[in-house]
């Protein structure tokens, strides 16, 4: 039987609790830390894109954050003197389960992902600080200190989601090159007096830069997000000093909000930055989230990142345990989320200099040609696919891992579909005699084999308990698609092959003696 991984996650921010949580649906030994006392407050985080949900599905977790977000968010734009209004729901995405973008606070995406640790019986080990980390080969020492004293701690594998100031990153020698922002990001949470929509997000496009209110406050009503010019070198990634109400009132009044501050409950500077470690990981030792590479807030992907890495490395970790040579599997972690961190900082980097750029080039663009589209920008908004690519691009639901040395085509391309590395694109079929969804058929932890209507029998392959087969009875042919635990295709055969679905099984370190399991987890096949 499979030896469980033990891993030492290291940050219990939403890559880390990500990580653990993946990692321990397939069958890892969790350990999770964080120095802080008490999860940070107030969240900074505020946008979950569908990508991100789709990942978390098979986790067990979409319910609970679903409840708590704005599932068909209203923005007021406000362009020179226009103010136009978008609905982002229920946009053109037949190929998601989730056509929208989700507000909702890192506050409360951390409680749900800790409450489905809890019920694993996994606890965060809060004021437990990551002194020092060793890859000796066979397995990561460490160094840990906690209230009752310092510790020494070994693991198969050390997850470092600790932050842009990461101790994991700095201790395995990775580089971290980049450089900060001219501009800073204003937070508050206050209360706000005029005619505001209390279920309406306010946005401001001017020469100055973005204003942003949002009604999502934690500690009061609405969160306000503006950028400035920056004062000063602050610790990247932390709330920094209050910003006095005078500013704040200033910065609404220029934007033109006609809002009126009844009420501070907090504010805070933070200077931001843009940067990429030189690699995610090597030997037992993985870095994801902010501890792998630093955004700008534009288009809201930290957060969103940061889970769809660890959905990424947490089952790679848990099968690692089963190889003799886990090498390909593990180094296909830096070979696929680095590309698409890439990716990434590029779409950020210009989105923020186009947003809060202080040049003069920017702030004309937003000053002067923004006010002047205004007219047509509602006509264009209209245009439900033009919307939807955008929002498409920004969840990245395009990302692909073609390269990667864990996606196989076999045998002669098929026309049409996704090619091994795409995600699975959801979409209705119909199995073991029900029609059903295909990312419904596969929320669940594991490796899935879907098999098409005519697809030999391999039922008979010696395999890890978290594998399901599935025929497909609506889709016609002989081939196979195997769909990883994070739903991108690992394998796509145009006529089944034993032999192709074994070595692929292998070099996951999927394969055990035991018995496929099906969608409920008893060991069978769907047809």
């Not at 505001?196 to 934690?218: H, I, K, W």
């Not at 501890?291 to 957060?303: D, E, F, V």
């Not at 026309?415 to 929320?443: F, K, M």
Request: hydrophobic share 45%; aromatic share 4%; glycine share 10%.
């Amino acid at each position: 039987m499979r030896r469980q991984a033990s891993i030492l996650v290291a940050g219990a921010g939403p890559a880390g609790l990500t990580l653990a949580l993946q990692a321990a649906a397939h069958g890892a030994r969790i350990r999770i830390i964080d120095r802080r006392p008490s999860a940070p407050r107030p969240s900074r985080a505020l946008i979950l894109h569908a990508r991100t949900l789709e990942v978390l599905r098979p986790l067990g977790v979409t319910a609970a954050l679903l409840a708590r977000a704005d599932v068909a968010p209203c923005v007021d734009m406000r362009l020179g003197g226009r103010v136009i209004r978008v609905r982002l729901a229920d946009l053109a995405l037949p190929d998601t389960a989730f056509p929208h973008l989700s507000l909702i606070r890192q506050a409360d995406v951390e409680q749900a992902l800790t409450e489905a640790l809890a019920d694993r019986g996994i606890e965060v080990e809060r004021g437990t600080e990551l002194l020092s980390v060793l890859d000796l080969a066979q397995e990561a020492r460490t160094v840990l200190r906690s209230p009752a004293g310092a510790q020494e701690a070994a693991a198969d594998f050390v997850g470092g989601c600790d932050g842009p100031a990461s101790t994991v990153r700095a201790q395995a020698g990775f580089g971290w090159p980049g450089r900060p922002y001219a501009t800073e990001i204003v937070l508050a949470d206050a209360e706000l007096a005029g005619e505001l929509r209390s279920d309406t997000t306010q946005a401001v496009v001017g020469r100055r830069g973005l204003v942003f209110a949002f009604p999502l406050g934690e500690q009061a009503a609405w969160r306000l997000l503006a950028t400035r010019p920056a004062r000063g070198e602050l610790p990247f990634g932390q709330p920094g000093p209050p910003v006095p109400a005078a500013e704040l009132e200033a910065m609404l009044d220029q934007a033109g909000l006609g809002a009126q501050i009844t009420g501070l409950a907090w504010s805070a500077r933070v200077q931001v930055q843009h940067r990429l470690a030189d690699r995610f990981g090597r030997g037992r030792i993985y870095l994801a989230g902010d501890a792998a590479h630093a955004y700008s807030p534009a288009t809201g992907q930290g957060m969103n990142a940061a889970i769809q890495d660890a959905a990424n490395l947490g089952w790679k970790l848990a099968f690692a345990a089963g190889l003799p040579h886990p090498g390909e599997l593990l180094e296909s972690y830096d070979r696929e989320r680095r590309p698409a961190a890439r990716q990434v900082l590029t779409l950020t980097h210009l989105a923020f200099w186009a947003e809060a750029g202080t040049g003069p080039l920017p702030s004309a663009l937003r000053g002067e040609l923004a006010p002047l589209a205004a007219p047509v920008l509602p006509a264009l908004l209209g245009r439900r696919r033009l919307v939807a690519a955008a929002v498409r691009l920004v969840s990245q639901l395009g990302v692909s891992y073609r390269s990667s040395p864990l996606s196989t085509e076999a045998g002669a391309r098929p026309r049409g579909g996704p090619r091994a590395g795409d995600r699975l694109p959801d979409q209705a079929v119909y199995c073991a005699g029900r029609s059903i969804r295909l990312h419904e058929l596969t929320a669940r932890p594991g490796v899935h084999v879907l098999l098409d209507r005519d697809a030999d029998h391999l039922e008979d392959i010696s395999s890890g308990e978290l594998v399901s087969v599935h025929r497909l009875a609506s889709r016609p042919g002989r081939g196979l698609l195997v769909i990883r635990p994070d739903g991108h295709i690992g394998l796509r055969c145009r006529v089944a092959d034993r032999r192709q679905l074994t070595a692929w099984l292998a070099r996951a370190g999927c394969t055990e003696h035991s018995q496929y399991r099906g969608p409920d987890g008893s060991p069978r096949t769907t047809r």
